[in-house]
């Protein structure tokens, strides 16, 4: 039933693309909705229910939001960069959209009701100055998020509720973070070895984009520190962009290529430049 469900929510965005929409009103208004960063999936530790991480840059909270098992699933491949033989749900809902020649440019978390999230997508599309909005699962639109790189806005609500919800990150081999547009990994002893990096603590760069990648911060660098804080693990990472928030920039030290580099970098999310996002 789950399966159908989910090949009939990508029918209902073809459906939409064609010029047919059955998009529900928003719960709050569109300018009181916050942008924010997709940063990690983690698991609430009582009951170990998957939760994605979404970091608010404006006061540096990391705020969880429950999500399935498979959803988190899909968001850690995207993070990984991860390419399945076959495509995967959320890879096909990718695809119907490019081929449509449309573009999903942000999900919408706007509601909690009764325990269950709502959300939206909007999409353009190139024929058409119309925006197409569609009804979606949160952890559905966050799964195509991190495929796609669309902006992500949520309502205040669901940042204050998130508030109250614990959290712990995966276990150290799974774990990846991404802040400021950079997505970290543990640095194991083979990748050390295999990319010669230092024997020092930091996490490893598997992608940057934006202002971080025209900084030179790219994939293979090793980060050692942010604001002189040693970064051991991704959440490390996450952690001491989020307490950099209320200065508005990070000071991140790395390693590259034989050498040590410091950065300064705004802690706002990054907006991705367009032609770079129709290749994520």
């Not at 950079?182 to 050390?192: E, G, K, L, Q």
Request: with cysteine; net charge negative.
């Amino acid at each position: 039933m789950q399966y159908i469900s989910r090949y009939l929510s990508i029918l209902i965005i073809g459906i939409g693309l064609c010029g047919h929409t059955g998009a529900r009103e928003l719960a709050v208004e569109f300018d009181t909705l916050v942008p924010a960063e997709l940063a990690s999936v983690a698991v609430e530790p009582m009951t170990g229910t998957p939760v994605v991480l979404l970091r608010e840059p404006d006061d540096g909270r990391i705020v969880p939001i429950f999500i399935g098992p498979n959803e988190a699933r899909a968001i850690l491949v995207a993070q990984r960069g991860i390419e399945s033989e076959r495509p995967m749900t959320h890879d096909l809902a990718t695809d119907l959209i490019q081929s449509l020649d449309a573009k999903l440019e942000r999900v919408i978390v706007d509601e909690l009701r009764n325990g269950t999230y709502y959300g939206a997508l909007e999409l353009s599309r190139a024929d058409s100055d119309e925006i197409v909005r569609v009804d979606t699962r949160p952890s559905d639109g966050l799964a195509l998020a991190a495929r796609t790189g669309a902006s992500i806005l949520v309502a205040p609500a669901i940042l204050e509720a998130g508030e109250d919800i614990p959290f712990r990150g995966l276990d150290d081999d799974d774990e990846v973070v991404t802040a400021i547009g950079i997505t970290v990994m543990p640095a194991s002893d083979d990748i050390r070895q295999a990319l010669n990096l230092p024997d020092e603590p930091g996490v490893l760069v598997t992608n940057s984009r934006s202002h971080a990648e025209q900084a030179g911060l790219r994939a293979g660098a090793l980060i050692l520190a942010v604001d002189d804080e040693t970064i051991e693990t991704p959440m490390d990472f996450l952690e001491s962009i989020s307490a950099a928030t209320a200065e508005g920039k990070a000071m991140i030290r790395f390693w590259h290529e034989g050498e040590t580099h410091e950065v300064e970098l705004s802690t706002e999310v990054p907006e991705i430049d367009p032609e770079r996002r129709q290749r994520l």
